[in-house]
């Protein structure tokens, strides 16, 4: 054992270093955020609570029932079932679902969503199980007014006007399509 090391060992140098630490953060601000009174900030875009968007006019919901949703989706947690031309129950397992963003993509009526709603824990496994209404009302809820359609401007690509010629676009003959 070398003379430094024995110092150290006597004297608790170690322990008094991690003291004074403590001791100069002791009077600082806190970083801990008291959590139902404050929350942090959302990030855009943030991929949360299902829900089923729509119409603006009717009120009816935007899904017909094509099943691109449920076919794209990695876990298998989507369910589409039809009668007579119209969805007659649309179901997520909230707890197999990975919030990949697949279903939204794939939906060519934006008719899912994924919500910024994260305060959805619950004690139960079934409800947790989502069903057509808990979906619509979900819109209801956490897309009010065209808070839903600026969503799908913001987030989601490409929408129909990706697809349009650009301005500066030289065309022949001055045709614009």
Not at 100 to 112: D, I, L, M, S
Not at 160 to 169: A, I, M, N, R, V
Request: aromatic letters at 14%.
């Amino acid at each position: 054992m070398t003379f430094k090391k024995f110092i150290k060992t006597v004297t608790f140098i170690e322990i008094l270093k991690g003291m004074a630490l403590t001791l100069s953060r002791f009077f600082s601000r806190s970083v801990t955020i008291q959590y139902p009174d404050e929350r942090r900030p959302i990030a855009p875009g943030f991929r949360g609570q299902h829900a089923l968007a729509k119409h603006p006019q009717t009120g009816e919901a935007k899904c017909v029932g094509c099943g691109l949703c449920a076919t794209i989706c990695p876990s298998q947690c989507i369910h589409v079932f039809r009668e007579k031309g119209k969805v007659s129950r649309y179901e997520i397992e909230v707890l197999r679902c990975i919030y990949c963003g697949f279903c939204v993509e794939a939906c060519p009526y934006g008719a899912v969503v994924l919500t910024e709603n994260y305060e959805y824990s619950d004690y139960s496994k079934e409800n947790l199980y989502m069903t057509k209404e808990k979906l619509l009302s979900n819109w209801d809820k956490y897309m009010p007014g065209n808070k839903g359609e600026e969503y799908f401007k913001r987030f989601w690509r490409p929408m129909s006007g990706d697809f349009e010629t650009p301005s500066q676009q030289p065309m022949f003959r001055g045709k614009r399509s």
